[in-house]
């Protein structure tokens, strides 16, 4: 198993997009997954590999028997999606010893699922200098302490007023 899709992973070094991402199903568009469970691509398989997945995927009881290509051999129970019931991926429960990083692992068809990236895209993030804007927004102790200090200001008006 790669850690990064040759392909994904260039366009996205390309683009600098380090953003979390949601990982949906095609046919409904239901977030099935995201970038914080995301393991890795199984290229030759064709699928994108999670340990976790959402509530959304249902994993069927019946364990099937890979009879070709590389997974040959290998048991697995299928996962569908409880909104549009199509079958979306596998989860392996014994595999060929080359497999043995995607056993017990969510692997979701690569031509069944798609990506959201969160965040600013590259243009927009590019129009505004966020690390500058970062720098002069006050922090939440420094509200906090300027509020308190404006607080006792106040006070102290009034109470020289009432005096």
């Known amino acids: 198993m790669t850690s990064v899709n040759e392909e994904q992973g260039k366009e996205a070094e390309a683009e600098g997009v380090s953003n979390p991402y949601v990982t949906f199903c095609k046919g409904c568009r239901i977030i099935i997954a995201d970038s914080f469970t995301f393991l890795g691509f199984e290229d030759n398989l064709k699928m994108a590999i999670f340990y976790d997945k959402s509530d959304e995927i249902l994993c069927g009881d019946e364990l099937n028997l890979a009879k070709d290509g590389i997974d040959s051999g290998s048991t697995f129970k299928l996962l569908t999606c409880s909104v549009c019931k199509i079958e979306i991926g596998r989860i392996y429960n014994s595999t060929p010893q080359a497999l043995d990083t995607i056993r017990d692992c969510y692997a979701f ?9 969160l965040g600013p895209s590259p243009e927009a993030a590019s129009k505004y200098r966020y690390r500058e ?16 200090k404006g607080l006792r200001h106040n006070t102290l008006y009034v109470n020289c007023m009432s005096v």
């Open 109 to 117: 068809y690569n031509d069944m699922i798609d990506h959201y990236i």
């Open 133 to 148: 804007q970062i720098m002069d927004t006050p922090t939440a102790h420094g509200l906090l302490v300027h509020t308190r």
